[in-house]
């Protein structure tokens, strides 16, 4: 056997890549390369849970449907029954290898949150399901012959005669560049949250699967619809921290700096409201009242249930000096999902042979236009599972089925230079990406991101290390995410466009990048 020759790689440590990991060391040799610790990720900071229709009330087909509704349109409804059919068998999966969900009198607790029509949603340590899903995943893959590479950052995906071979690696404390090869390669390096200034994600987060995809051929599919959360502390010198939807599904509700409730105003669901809705109407709120946040409250409920279902959100308020069940917890949104990605059709296959990607920089259609909350980890592990699945199935040559979906197919448009653009550096992109390429687009807005970002993209040298790789693949990300955003000229989901502010049934299909590559 070749040296650094595997069976199966897989980029990233989320839940994505150490669930498909797990899965995968029963049926080959398996390379984790990861470009922080092996709990630098967004999987840890997961607060709500994990949505599975579990309860008595509850169905598949109610869950399906719920997720229909949220994804404005453009859900892959074969996907979404997947994901809803197969929930339970993944979720026992992780009960297997150890998640402590909750549970109260021998049955699994489940909670509400916004845009779900019943409780369905599993949770660990209250409000700390992903850090719990992150230390159990971790702990199994180290009690397994799994490799794990940390710090080591996958700088290229190696294609020979159109099918993937490996990637090259940085080693990001010595500098050095490896090769590693592969039957099959994974992508499952999250999303793309640092593209803004104000993100709930880890700084880990960089967008690097869907740049390194993109170069090497692969489809882009739905990247202008970026979730904001609507709810994420916003106190003076302390870094943004999420106050889960859980908390406004448990009767939290939002005020003004004035102190007056105002989401009735804008929606029949109130604080239930779909995300985008709530994002939206905070930032009129805060425009209206010349304010920087809002207020959640939860000072009327028992403090018993704040403390013991959210024991992190209190105990991180409690120490910077707020006790959440006495006083107001100031908020405003941030950027926090990204729906688009790296195209898989429903085995979590790309376009390129031997190319997979699962988690968050996966497109498999699930979300459409808008994330129903808790179903992200779901995905995860679901579409994960289903990649396992096929790369057993597959023998060579194969046979890659896309997606039915109504797709229309772009390449990235050359644009002139500006001759004076800001200085190119990472908070300058993610001002211009929260100014422009925000919670309220424009046309003029995006216009303007998109001459500034092609004229940094011109700009961009030979990258050498972490924070070079990772500008780079975010400029790249902006530059997909804003020109997508300029095309759709509509609003729908998390896209919200205010010179078209409806919905247009002309543009319920998605847009999809692809690079000229010749392999
Ligand atoms: C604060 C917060 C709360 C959330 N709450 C919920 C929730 O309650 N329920 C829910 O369903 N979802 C939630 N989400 C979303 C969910 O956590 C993520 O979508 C999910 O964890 C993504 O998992 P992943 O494995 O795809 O990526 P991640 O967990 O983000 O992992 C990505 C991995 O890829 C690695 N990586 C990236 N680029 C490279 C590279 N070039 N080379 C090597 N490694 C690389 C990173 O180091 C990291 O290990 C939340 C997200 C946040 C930020």
Redesign the pocket.
């Known amino acids: 056997m070749k040296t650094n020759y595997y069976d199966y790689i897989i980029?990233?440590?989320?839940?994505?890549?150490l669930y498909i990991a797990l899965l995968a060391i029963e049926r080959g040799s398996v390379l984790v390369?990861?470009?922080?610790s092996i709990d630098?990720?967004?999987?840890r900071?997961?607060?709500?849970?994990?949505a599975v229709a579990m309860g008595k009330d509850d169905s598949p087909e109610l869950h399906f449907e719920d997720t229909i509704a949220a994804g404005d349109g453009l859900c892959d409804t074969e996907a979404v029954r997947i994901l809803t059919d197969e929930a339970a068998d993944c979720v026992t999966d992780l009960i297997k290898f150890g998640v402590p969900f909750d549970t109260l009198d021998g049955e699994i607790t489940l909670t509400r949150e916004a845009a779900h029509s019943v409780s369905r949603i599993m949770h660990a340590g209250g409000d700390a399901?992903?850090e719990h899903i992150e230390v159990t995943l971790s702990r199994q893959v180290r009690s397994t012959p799994i490799k794990v590479l940390e710090n080591?950052?996958?700088s290229e995906i190696l294609i020979r005669n159109g099918k993937v071979i490996g990637v090259k690696a940085l080693d990001c404390r010595t500098g050095s560049v490896e090769e590693y090869h592969c039957r099959f390669l994974i992508l499952?390096?999250?999303?793309a949250?640092k593209l803004f200034k104000y993100t709930?994600?880890?700084d880990?987060?960089?967008g690097?699967?869907i740049a390194l995809a993109f170069e090497a051929g692969a489809e882009i599919s739905d990247i202008e619809f970026f979730q904001f959360h609507p709810t994420v502390l916003r106190l003076p010198g302390v870094a943004p921290f999420?106050i889960?939807e859980a908390v406004r599904g448990e009767g939290g509700i939002l005020k003004n700096v004035e102190g007056r409730r105002f989401m009735p105003n804008y929606a029949a669901e109130a604080e239930l409201a779909t995300r985008d809705v709530v994002a939206r109407s905070i930032v009129y709120e805060m425009k209206k009242t010349h304010s920087d946040r809002v207020f959640l409250d939860v000072t009327h409920l028992p403090s018993r249930l704040i403390t013991t279902r959210f024991p992190r959100i209190y105990s991180f308020c409690r120490d910077h000096g707020l006790d959440i069940t006495k006083g107001l917890v100031p908020v405003a949104p941030a950027a926090?999902?990204l729906m688009g990605g790296v195209k898989v059709n429903i085995w979590g296959e790309t376009n390129i042979s031997g190319l997979f990607a699962a988690?968050?920089?996966a497109c498999t259609g699930v979300h459409g236009a808008n994330r129903l909350a808790?179903?992200?980890?779901?995905e995860?592990v679901v579409f994960s599972k289903r990649v396992m699945q096929r790369t057993e199935m597959t023998t060579t040559p194969r046979h890659y089925k896309d997606r039915k979906d109504k797709a229309i197919s772009y390449c990235l448009p050359v644009r002139e230079m500006l001759s004076k653009a800001p200085a190119l550096n990472l908070p300058n992109l993610q001002s211009l990406m929260w100014d422009k390429v925000g919670i309220i687009r424009s046309g003029e807005g995006l216009e303007e991101a998109a001459n500034v970002l092609a004229t940094w993209e011109s700009l961009l040298s030979q990258p050498t290390d972490r924070p070079s790789y990772e500008l780079n693949n975010l400029i790249l990300c902006a530059r997909l995410m804003t020109e997508a955003a300029l095309l759709r000229k509509e609003s729908r989901g998390a896209h919200f466009h205010a010179d078209f502010p409806r919905t247009s049934p002309e543009w319920q299909r998605h847009i999809v990048f692809k690079e000229n590559v010749t392999n």
């Not at 630098?40 to 999987?43: A, E, F, K, Q, R």
Request: proline share 0%; hydrophobic share 25%.
């Open positions: 980029v990233g440590s989320g839940i994505a890549g390369l990861t470009k922080g630098d990720c967004n999987t900071y997961a607060q709500g849970g994990i399901t992903g080591c950052l996958v499952a390096t999250g999303g949250g709930t994600n880890s880990v987060v960089t690097d699967g999420l889960s926090h999902y988690g968050e920089t808790s179903n992200s980890l779901l995860s």
